[in-house]
């Protein structure tokens, strides 16, 4: 049980390109999300998606774009990357019983 | 507007000797509790939640309080460990809602040997 797979896990971006973060949850969970997290600033919502076919904005979704492909997979677009999206990015999934984290991508933008 | 506040960015304590962390919330509309623990370079992980139906849930060694009426929780861990050492975020959410959680700052643990 692989529980919640992000893919890649290091990246670096030159200002302006574009590049897609990828989910994956083989739990059959509904609900999935996108966090980042900065130093100092706690997990933060980008976005999430209730239900296969629906996505919602969070609190900073500026800057980026998702697709709830299917009910496994939901990923995270930055159409052209700035050095404020320097963060780590955590994908999670989860439903009444279960709250998962994949273990993070860690991306620089210089 | 931070609506989940954990206003110590670190605590230190000694092995064997309880840890205490809080976390406080502003919106009222907040029903359901979890902490999560993360290591460095690791994914967040769960650790224990509690329900606004309740005051108290136990697991172990770790023990949330929920103190409704002063919009306020705190995580016991007692005994210690070196292996709790980690970062501790509080997070909440409205079962009745969209089930976005929202977390707070973090609190550093350091349990030193």
């Known amino acids: 049980n692989a529980g919640v797979t992000q893919t890649p896990k290091f990246q670096v971006l030159k200002t302006g390109q574009s590049m897609t973060l990828q989910c994956a949850q083989d739990?059959?969970?509904?609900?999935m999300y996108w966090y980042r997290q900065d130093p100092g600033m706690g997990l933060r919502l980008i976005y999430y998606?209730?239900?296969?076919?629906?996505?919602d904005k969070g609190e900073v979704p500026n800057g980026y774009n998702v697709s709830r492909l299917n009910k496994r997979e939901f990923s995270l677009r930055l159409e052209s990357a700035a050095p404020s999206q320097t963060s780590v990015y955590f994908c999670?999934?989860?439903?009444?019983?279960?709250?998962?984290f994949g273990q993070g991508t860690r991306l620089t933008v210089v | 507007d931070q609506q989940v506040k954990q206003n110590s960015p670190s605590l230190s304590v000694q092995e064997g000797r309880i840890s205490i962390l809080n976390c406080d919330y502003t919106n009222s509309m907040f029903d359901y509790f979890l902490w999560y623990k993360k290591y460095p370079a690791e994914g967040p992980t769960f650790l224990i939640s509690?329900?606004?139906?309740?005051d108290k849930n136990e697991d172990g060694r770790f023990t949330v309080f929920l103190n409704k009426s002063a919009k306020h929780l705190s995580l016991h861990i007692v005994p210690s460990q070196p292996g709790d050492s980690a970062v501790y975020f509080c997070?909440?959410?409205?079962?009745?809602?969209?089930?976005?959680?929202?977390f707070g700052k973090g609190t550093k643990l350091t349990v030193n040997p």
């Open positions: 998606s209730a239900s296969e076919g629906t996505t």
């Open positions: 997070a909440a959410t409205s079962q009745g809602g969209s089930e976005k959680l929202v």
């Open positions: 509690i329900s606004s139906i309740k």
């Open positions: 739990m059959n969970h509904n609900s």
């Open positions: 999670a999934s989860w439903d009444r019983v279960g709250r998962n």
